[in-house]
């Protein structure tokens, strides 16, 4: 059973610092490209970064010398450290694979950026 359960996210203010965690399970952790995604209100879903079983990573330009990706293969672990948030990075974080197993989506992890 494939699951995906995500931690961390908060409210922030302009320019803080927060680290969300995926705990991924059902064997799939090790072999695929996982991503951390996200949905703000009234937004489709956008693919934030990406690391692969490598760690070779992709950043959209958004984020992109913001925030880093990073997986634990041993913990079965993906991690987002994201540092000068801005309000606009306000949203639902998500992880998943890449592609994303549509029918296994998590609850996501809420990032508010407000002063």
């Known amino acids: 059973q494939v699951q995906f359960v995500e931690s961390g996210g908060g409210l922030v203010q302009p320019g803080g610092s927060l680290r969300l965690s995926c705990a991924a399970s059902?064997?799939?952790?090790?072999?695929?490209?996982m991503g951390w995604y996200r949905q703000a209100p009234g937004k489709q879903r956008e693919l934030v970064a990406r690391?692969?079983?490598?760690?070779?990573?992709y950043y959209a330009a958004s984020v992109k010398g913001r925030f880093t990706i990073s997986r634990d293969n041993v913990k079965n672990t993906v991690y987002l450290q994201m540092n000068s948030l801005k309000p606009e990075d306000t949203a639902v974080y998500y992880c998943?694979?890449?592609?994303?197993?549509?029918?296994?989506w998590g609850q996501g992890t809420q990032v508010t950026v407000s002063s």
């Open positions: 059902g064997n799939i952790f090790s072999i695929n490209a």
């Open positions: 998943n694979t890449l592609p994303a197993l549509e029918t296994y």
């Open positions: 690391t692969t079983s490598g760690r070779i990573t």
